[in-house]
Structure formats: C-alpha cells, structure tokens
C-alpha cells in the first residue's frame, strides 16, 4: 500500500558527508510530514529531523550539520549529513504521516522504511 525504501547508507569517517534517499512508493509525498530518526546500537530511537511542504525542524543535536529536504518529481525525501560525528552512527530510519504537524515522536508516525545504517569512523 505505502511504501518508504530508504537508501544511502555507509561507512564513513569523521567530517565526511552522506545523503540518505526516502522513495515514497504508493501515495503522494507534497500530503505528507516526513521525517527522519535513526537508533544508535543499545540506545531508543532518536528524532533527527522532520518536514512539511513548508516548514523544518530538527534536533538540537543535528542542526546546522544535516538538512532534510524533498524533490516532489522523483517523490523522495533526502537527508543531507554533513560533518559527521562518530555519535551520528546509527541506523537511520524515514517516516511518513498524512498530517500538517512536525511530530518528535516516532509513535506519530504509522509508515516507516526498512532503515539504512550509518556507520562513522573516528
């Protein structure tokens, strides 16, 4: 039915960057709030950034470094991550709900990806 295939993942050292890929597949992505949270290895998930046709939000943790951003033509939402950090190592996961509000929480949100793993070095 709604289907969200993430891609873009690697291993990367310190300072390096990465764009992760969310293809929505099954409904039209300008409807929908997406966003991104990733899960370190023994830790909860955590909220990294999220989007509306018009409006951005992310954690403290990441502002300035990643940017979130959608191309509607292709129907994918990108995760742009800049110098990262050792402590950015995590599988990272998109999310996706029919609503106009920037939810932190990934109980918010009912379609998720498959999850990509990021890996950086030190």
């Known amino acids: 039915q709604v289907q969200l295939v993430e891609s873009g993942g690697g291993l990367v050292q310190a300072g390096d960057s990465l764009r992760l890929a969310c293809a929505v597949h099954?409904?039209?992505?300008?409807?929908?709030?997406m966003a991104w949270f990733r899960q370190p290895p023994g830790k909860a998930r955590d909220f990294v950034a999220a989007s509306t046709q018009s409006s951005t939000i992310y954690a403290d943790s990441v502002k300035g470094r990643f940017t979130i951003s959608r191309d509607n033509a292709k129907n994918t939402v990108y995760l742009q991550m800049n110098s990262l950090k050792p402590e950015d190592t995590a599988v990272y996961y998109c999310a996706a709900v029919r609503s106009g509000s920037l939810y932190r929480t990934s109980s918010s949100y009912p379609y998720w990806g498959q999850g990509t793993q990021v890996t950086v070095s030190s």
């Open positions: 099954g409904r039209t992505l300008s409807n929908n709030v």
